[in-house]
């Protein structure tokens, strides 16, 4: 969702937000529509709706209401809907107005209801308060954005699943073991009295393997849940006349780029965002891959490069009719290990067969763009590269910040697990305590202020 501000929104401001405020927003894109809606929370809702409305409408009821200004004249006519708190999404008192989807009728009505007390929202305002009132856990308040934002039908379930709590449960879960390990670690060291050797009972070893080995699956749903979220940037790379625009086309399921005979038709680069199987693709097409003395081509060549360089994977494609020389074997080195997979197109013209096989330079894949043949198997093997297994039920979405929270509490886990070993107690405790603060961080049990700030700020604003 768009995040462009009308005429009546102040600059986005950094603080945090004021409860004693009342914000509004308008809560659907900008441009013409049907309707619009308008949204308002804070204290002076009851105050405010009785002064544009004339009265303060029935809880949870839509009804019809003339929106007026100052003198009185009519704005617009539409649905009026009141949410008392501590029931509504922000947990404060919200009022939602439905009207026609002009941006005069939505200026004019948020300038009116600016003169009444209200200030404009920033950026994810709305749901910063649902969260700062506990209606909504960190993990579901971002949840919400990643819905909003889902490329695939797959990302939108996994979104739903994190909205309705599943990650915070898992990440609960797992903190909640920390913490009773951290109690029983610590009450021993507090009381020595007692002379039990606490550090050689071999059940805090099995609670931290316990603890280990759900922190190790909880990591790696996140990570399916994370390339759900973002997807691949796919750059497919190759000598001009490989097939790249083709494939591209055959990805997109439409004439994106311009396919000829003459080498070097594609001088600039090419992106389209497509759902492969559910998973999202940012899909790159580059200039063909050669010496030049043109200008424009080189440069198209050099940018070629430079996206290649950034991506998450690569498909260096290649036509199959012919054998990979030294030149090719040579420029393949100037590729990123690990990121670029070797793709033999224009099979219906080689007659080998489609699929995939490992060979000692690594995975190769043998497709026609022109037919369609092996693009399941390339299909398939881009969700393995994403870390998505097959089917992805019961994923959760999940963001970078949720795994390298994850990453640095199995970090300290380990770092547990050796200061057991040595009897060190005290940086046991230790260890076992930045484990908990890494995890809490995910659903906001323990956070910042400057988090807080970075996450909302990315939202849309009526969010």
């Not at 600059?11 to 809606?37: F, K, Q």
């Not at 009821?61 to 006519?77: C, N, P, W, Y």
């Not at 107005?97 to 009728?105: A, I, M, R, S, W």
């Given at each position: 969702m768009s995040s462009e501000e009308p005429c009546w929104l102040e600059s986005e401001r950094n603080a945090l937000s004021d409860s004693a405020d009342t914000i509004v927003a308008v809560a659907t894109p900008p441009g013409r529509g049907g309707i619009a809606v308008l949204r308002i929370s804070g204290p002076a809702v009851p105050a405010i709706a009785g002064e544009l409305l004339g009265a303060l409408p029935e809880p949870r009821r839509a009804l019809l209401r003339s929106f007026r200004d100052g003198a009185g004249e009519l704005i617009d006519r539409g649905l009026a809907l009141y949410f008392p708190a501590p029931s509504s999404y922000t947990g404060e008192h919200v009022l939602e107005l439905h009207g026609h989807g002009g941006p005069v009728v939505m200026d004019l009505l948020a300038a009116r209801l600016l003169s009444l007390g209200a200030r404009p929202a920033r950026p994810g305002e709305f749901t910063e308060r649902a969260f700062l009132n506990g209606r909504l856990d960190l993990a579901q308040a971002e949840a919400v954005a990643d819905l909003i934002d889902s490329a695939s039908a797959e990302a939108g379930r996994a979104a739903a699943r994190s909205l309705q709590g599943e990650l915070s449960r898992r990440a609960d879960a797992l903190a909640e073991g920390l913490a009773s390990l951290r109690t029983h670690v610590e009450a021993a060291i507090d009381f020595p009295e007692e002379e039990i050797d606490f550090l050689a009972d071999g059940e805090i070893?099995?609670?931290?393997?316990?603890?280990?080995?759900?922190?190790?699956?909880?990591?790696?749903?996140?990570?399916?849940?994370?390339a759900l979220r973002d997807g691949l940037v796919l750059v497919i790379a190759g000598r001009p006349n490989a097939g790249k625009s083709s494939l591209l086309n055959r990805l997109c399921g439409r004439d994106t780029a311009i396919v000829s005979e003459q080498p070097g038709t594609t001088r600039d680069v090419l992106r389209e965002r497509v759902s492969l199987d559910g998973l999202p693709l940012e899909i790159v097409d580059t200039a063909g891959l050669r010496d030049s003395d043109e200008p424009v081509e080189r440069e198209g060549v050099r940018r070629a490069w430079a996206e290649v360089q950034a991506a998450d994977r690569v498909l260096l494609l290649i036509d199959d009719r012919y054998e990979l020389d030294d030149a090719d074997r040579l420029g393949r080195a100037r590729f990123p290990a690990g990121r670029v997979t070797l793709v033999r197109n224009k099979i219906d013209l080689s007659g080998r067969p489609?699929?995939?096989?490992?060979?000692?330079?690594?995975?190769?894949?043998?497709?026609?763009?022109?037919?369609?043949?092996?693009?399941?198997?390339?299909?398939?093997?881009?969700?393995?590269?994403?870390?998505?297994?097959?089917?992805?039920?019961?994923?959760?979405?999940?963001?970078?910040?949720?795994?390298?929270?994850?990453?640095?509490?199995?970090?300290?886990?380990?770092?547990?697990?050796?200061?057991?070993?040595?009897?060190?107690?005290?940086?046991?405790?230790?260890?076992?305590?930045?484990?908990?603060?890494?995890?809490?961080?995910?659903?906001?049990?323990?956070?910042?202020?400057?988090?807080?700030?970075?996450?909302?700020?990315?939202?849309?604003?009526?969010?």
């Amino acid at each position: 969702m768009s995040s462009e501000e009308p005429c009546w929104l102040e600059s986005e401001r950094n603080a945090l937000s004021d409860s004693a405020d009342t914000i509004v927003a308008v809560a659907t894109p900008p441009g013409r529509g049907g309707i619009a809606v308008l949204r308002i929370s804070g204290p002076a809702v009851p105050a405010i709706a009785g002064e544009l409305l004339g009265a303060l409408p029935e809880p949870r009821r839509a009804l019809l209401r003339s929106f007026r200004d100052g003198a009185g004249e009519l704005i617009d006519r539409g649905l009026a809907l009141y949410f008392p708190a501590p029931s509504s999404y922000t947990g404060e008192h919200v009022l939602e107005l439905h009207g026609h989807g002009g941006p005069v009728v939505m200026d004019l009505l948020a300038a009116r209801l600016l003169s009444l007390g209200a200030r404009p929202a920033r950026p994810g305002e709305f749901t910063e308060r649902a969260f700062l009132n506990g209606r909504l856990d960190l993990a579901q308040a971002e949840a919400v954005a990643d819905l909003i934002d889902s490329a695939s039908a797959e990302a939108g379930r996994a979104a739903a699943r994190s909205l309705q709590g599943e990650l915070s449960r898992r990440a609960d879960a797992l903190a909640e073991g920390l913490a009773s390990l951290r109690t029983h670690v610590e009450a021993a060291i507090d009381f020595p009295e007692e002379e039990i050797d606490f550090l050689a009972d071999g059940e805090i070893g099995r609670q931290l393997a316990t603890i280990a080995s759900a922190l190790t699956a909880l990591r790696a749903q996140a990570r399916q849940g994370q390339a759900l979220r973002d997807g691949l940037v796919l750059v497919i790379a190759g000598r001009p006349n490989a097939g790249k625009s083709s494939l591209l086309n055959r990805l997109c399921g439409r004439d994106t780029a311009i396919v000829s005979e003459q080498p070097g038709t594609t001088r600039d680069v090419l992106r389209e965002r497509v759902s492969l199987d559910g998973l999202p693709l940012e899909i790159v097409d580059t200039a063909g891959l050669r010496d030049s003395d043109e200008p424009v081509e080189r440069e198209g060549v050099r940018r070629a490069w430079a996206e290649v360089q950034a991506a998450d994977r690569v498909l260096l494609l290649i036509d199959d009719r012919y054998e990979l020389d030294d030149a090719d074997r040579l420029g393949r080195a100037r590729f990123p290990a690990g990121r670029v997979t070797l793709v033999r197109n224009k099979i219906d013209l080689s007659g080998r067969p489609p699929g995939l096989r490992e060979t000692a330079d690594g995975t190769e894949l043998a497709i026609s763009a022109l037919t369609g043949a092996g693009l399941e198997a390339l299909s398939g093997y881009l969700r393995a590269s994403a870390g998505l297994e097959t089917g992805g039920e019961g994923l959760f979405s999940a963001r970078r910040r949720h795994i390298a929270a994850l990453d640095l509490a199995a970090e300290h886990l380990g770092s547990a697990e050796e200061r057991l070993a040595e009897g060190a107690g005290e940086l046991l405790a230790e260890e076992l305590r930045r484990a908990h603060e890494a995890v809490a961080e995910i659903t906001g049990r323990i956070t910042s202020e400057d988090l807080l700030g970075r996450i909302f700020s990315s939202f849309c604003i009526g969010k």
